[in-house]
């Protein structure tokens, strides 16, 4: 067995077993110094569960470390291990047929290993290799996310990803960091959403301070039993982690309750991630438009631009009182900045080139971030890191949700979403529109949708609607139908019953002749050129052709909009994390 198989046997870093073949694309592993370099395919995925799998287990035993726990059971989706030989004649016939890759395909195959942290899927085909990917689903350590989630995600629709940094202060040197005795809030939450085509994707930054409602949280505890955790109206955002033993499937609960978001997944990173994370890609490029010094968070850089890693990276993610105004929303900002140029990190030649970085990803990575449990092991996270790499860092927008100082406090402590603001841009990463232009397609797409509201619109008192309740609120069609007839003076419309199917969204389908009454609707009741669907009429009560209305899961009651805006509002801070900031 090589040194691989044994942890760092000799003084051999793992991480120097591997190079990258330039003429493959592949990464190769190097069984000795003196050795002539055998081609091992690159990570695949898993595969069957061959007799070799045995001996490999046998010596896992002997060679992996415990299991942590909630981690993974050795051997779950893990790849099946080939014998190696080292006989040219076998390593030859692995090879044959095998046609040189174009040079794009080879670049777009190394940046897929790289989603976020997870470049951890550079496991070989060897015995020695699946033994540390044995030790590295060890280092996974899980939580149930009690059906707060989905449960996974899927390559047809877009993905929702929670993620929380807490401030609790385990490990070895932060327990000088603030409240020592903290349970672990929701200091940072991040919402990640990846489009559904995997064009562009969105990062919201929810302020801890944010006043809002956490609902009922069943939980799961530690013998296996299930307690529901009461709900709390009115109460700071980062009670919803830690506080009376909250777990990040009650913060997945909140985010969905406010956001109108059903999340996939969480991950959840400590103060010690940070560091090591950093200090695996050899320290993150950040600029300071001025000195820094702060007392509290124990930084200190002088201004200009700077690599920082380990505690002094941790000093930088955490500083408030030195930069903007001097509150977390000023923080906010800055750690968008450091995730940013973090994520450029990642996804540079000089990361994905290098085996040593790639193995410290993977080992700091699987140790400093606790998943749900439907994300336990390297394949999961690997298959969702492939599909968080295909959006462009020009195409990933980082915005703050919206807020103002809560008015009831006379000293201003914590904050409250600002409105419309809030709701709109909800509304925007709900219907997976995105923060950045990134495809004329889409423009067109938009563009057709917006012709279908321009044009003549006929008298309310002439709209002939059949309406239908396709998901929305028991009672939707009927409150509906009366604010239309009493309110708004569309006396020709009816109620209809219950729609054959649920929708997700409202729907206006309209006849060849009924466009200036389906334009009247959409203006009235406040429905994008999305929700109009040209098609055909149907005959109301009367025998007359009418227009049919279907209310979807969106609705939200009578009166409601349901446009979506095409632009960010103006007072949402946001910032693309392909562009160089400087902390001010």
């Given at each position: 067995?090589d040194?691989q198989?044994?942890?760092?046997?000799d003084?051999?870093?793992?991480?120097?077993?591997w190079?990258?073949?330039?003429?493959?694309g592949?990464?190769?592993?190097?069984l000795a110094?003196?050795?002539?370099?055998?081609p091992?395919?690159?990570?695949r995925g898993?595969?069957?569960?061959?007799?070799?799998?045995?001996?490999?287990?046998?010596?896992?035993r002997?060679a992996?470390?415990?299991?942590?726990?909630?981690?993974?059971?050795?051997?779950?989706?893990?790849?099946?291990?080939?014998?190696?030989?080292?006989?040219?004649a076998?390593?030859?016939?692995?090879?044959?047929?095998?046609?040189?890759?174009?040079?794009?395909?080879?670049g777009?195959k190394?940046l897929?290993?790289?989603?976020?942290?997870?470049?951890?899927?550079?496991?070989?085909?060897?015995?020695?290799?699946?033994?540390?990917?044995?030790?590295?689903?060890?280092?996974?350590?899980?939580?149930?996310?009690?059906g707060?989630?989905?449960?996974?995600?899927?390559?047809d629709?877009?993905?929702?990803?929670?993620?929380?940094?807490?401030?609790?202060?385990?490990?070895?040197g932060?327990?000088?960091?603030?409240?020592k005795?903290s349970?672990g809030?929701?200091?940072?939450?991040l919402?990640?959403?990846?489009?559904?085509?995997?064009?562009n994707?969105?990062?919201?930054?929810?302020?801890?301070?944010?006043?809002?409602?956490?609902p009922?949280?069943?939980?799961?505890?530690?013998?296996?039993?299930?307690?529901v955790?009461?709900?709390?109206?009115?109460?700071?955002?980062n009670?919803?982690?830690?506080?009376e033993d909250?777990?990040?499937?009650?913060?997945?609960?909140?985010?969905?309750?406010?956001?109108?978001?059903k999340?996939?997944?969480?991950?959840?990173?400590d103060f010690n991630?940070?560091?090591?994370?950093?200090?695996?890609?050899?320290?993150?490029?950040v600029?300071?438009?001025?000195?820094?010094?702060?007392?509290?968070?124990?930084?200190?850089?002088?201004?200009?631009?700077?690599?920082?890693?380990?505690?002094?990276?941790?000093?930088?993610?955490?500083?408030?009182?030195?930069?903007?105004?001097?509150?977390?929303?000023?923080?906010?900002?800055?750690?968008?900045?450091?995730?940013?140029?973090?994520?450029?990190?990642?996804?540079s030649?000089?990361?994905?080139?290098?085996?040593?970085?790639?193995?410290?990803?993977?080992?700091?990575?699987?140790?400093?971030?606790?998943?749900?449990?439907?994300?336990?092991?390297?394949?999961?996270?690997?298959?969702l890191g492939a599909?968080?790499?295909?959006?462009?860092?020009?195409?990933?927008?980082?915005?703050t949700?919206?807020?103002v100082?809560?008015?009831?406090?006379?000293i201003k402590?914590?904050?409250?979403?600002?409105?419309?603001?809030?709701?709109q841009?909800?509304?925007m990463?709900?219907?997976?529109?995105?923060?950045?232009?990134?495809?004329?397609?889409?423009k067109?797409?938009?563009?057709a949708?917006?012709a279908?509201?321009?044009?003549?619109k006929a008298?309310?008192?002439?709209?002939?609607?059949?309406i239908?309740?396709?998901?929305?609120?028991a009672?939707?069609?009927?409150?509906?139908l009366?604010?239309?007839?009493?309110?708004?003076?569309v006396?020709?419309?009816?109620?209809?019953?219950?729609?054959?199917?649920?929708?997700?969204?409202?729907?206006?389908?309209?006849?060849?002749?009924?466009?200036?009454?389906?334009?009247?609707?959409?203006e009235?009741?406040?429905?994008?050129g999305?929700?109009?669907?040209?098609?055909?009429s149907?005959?109301?009560?009367?025998?007359?052709?009418?227009?049919?209305?279907?209310?979807?899961?969106?609705f939200?009651?009578?009166?409601?909009p349901?446009?979506?805006?095409?632009?960010?509002?103006?007072?949402?801070?946001?910032?693309?994390a392909?562009?160089?900031?400087c902390?001010?």
């Amino acid at each position: 067995m090589d040194a691989q198989g044994r942890g760092r046997a000799d003084d051999i870093d793992p991480a120097d077993q591997w190079v990258l073949n330039p003429n493959t694309g592949e990464y190769e592993l190097r069984l000795a110094p003196s050795a002539a370099q055998s081609p091992v395919p690159g990570p695949r995925g898993s595969g069957g569960r061959g007799a070799s799998r045995a001996a490999g287990a046998a010596g896992a035993r002997r060679a992996a470390p415990a299991r942590r726990p909630g981690a993974a059971a050795p051997g779950d989706e893990a790849p099946s291990p080939r014998r190696r030989t080292g006989a040219p004649a076998e390593a030859a016939a692995g090879r044959r047929g095998r046609r040189p890759e174009p040079k794009k395909a080879k670049g777009k195959k190394v940046l897929m290993w790289t989603g976020g942290s997870l470049a951890f899927v550079l496991i070989g085909a060897s015995g020695a290799a699946y033994l540390y990917y044995e030790h590295l689903n060890n280092n996974i350590t899980s939580v149930s996310d009690d059906g707060a989630g989905t449960g996974g995600f899927s390559k047809d629709r877009a993905i929702n990803i929670l993620l929380v940094g807490t401030d609790k202060r385990t490990g070895k040197g932060n327990e000088g960091y603030g409240d020592k005795d903290s349970a672990g809030h929701a200091d940072t939450t991040l919402v990640l959403h990846v489009s559904k085509d995997r064009t562009n994707a969105t990062v919201l930054s929810i302020p801890r301070d944010l006043i809002t409602d956490i609902p009922d949280c069943p939980t799961t505890q530690e013998d296996g039993s299930e307690k529901v955790i009461p709900g709390k109206q009115r109460t700071r955002f980062n009670n919803s982690l830690g506080q009376e033993d909250r777990t990040p499937s009650c913060t997945m609960r909140t985010i969905t309750e406010l956001t109108g978001l059903k999340m996939d997944h969480f991950m959840v990173a400590d103060f010690n991630a940070v560091k090591t994370l950093t200090s695996a890609v050899g320290g993150v490029d950040v600029c300071l438009a001025k000195d820094i010094k702060d007392p509290d968070s124990k930084l200190d850089l002088p201004k200009g631009e700077h690599t920082i890693e380990g505690e002094e990276a941790l000093a930088f993610v955490r500083t408030r009182h030195s930069v903007g105004f001097g509150g977390d929303l000023s923080r906010i900002e800055l750690q968008q900045q450091f995730l940013g140029s973090m994520l450029r990190k990642l996804k540079s030649n000089d990361t994905l080139t290098s085996p040593q970085k790639m193995f410290k990803l993977a080992e700091a990575g699987t140790k400093a971030l606790t998943v749900d449990s439907q994300l336990s092991t390297i394949k999961k996270l690997a298959d969702l890191g492939a599909e968080l790499g295909k959006f462009d860092t020009k195409n990933l927008t980082f915005a703050t949700v919206p807020v103002v100082d809560n008015p009831a406090e006379k000293i201003k402590a914590t904050v409250v979403l600002k409105e419309p603001q809030a709701q709109q841009l909800f509304a925007m990463v709900r219907d997976d529109v995105s923060l950045t232009d990134v495809k004329q397609q889409k423009k067109k797409e938009k563009a057709a949708e917006a012709a279908r509201l321009k044009g003549p619109k006929a008298p309310a008192s002439e709209v002939r609607v059949r309406i239908l309740n396709g998901g929305a609120v028991a009672g939707s069609a009927q409150e509906t139908l009366s604010w239309l007839q009493v309110q708004e003076g569309v006396t020709k419309s009816e109620n209809a019953g219950n729609a054959e199917q649920p929708l997700a969204k409202t729907t206006l389908e309209y006849g060849p002749d009924e466009a200036d009454q389906a334009r009247r609707l959409a203006e009235i009741m406040g429905l994008s050129g999305a929700a109009l669907k040209p098609g055909e009429s149907v005959a109301n009560s009367q025998g007359l052709p009418a227009m049919t209305l279907t209310l979807g899961k969106d609705f939200e009651g009578a009166g409601v909009p349901l446009t979506t805006p095409a632009k960010v509002p103006e007072d949402v801070q946001k910032a693309t994390a392909d562009k160089v900031e400087c902390a001010k």
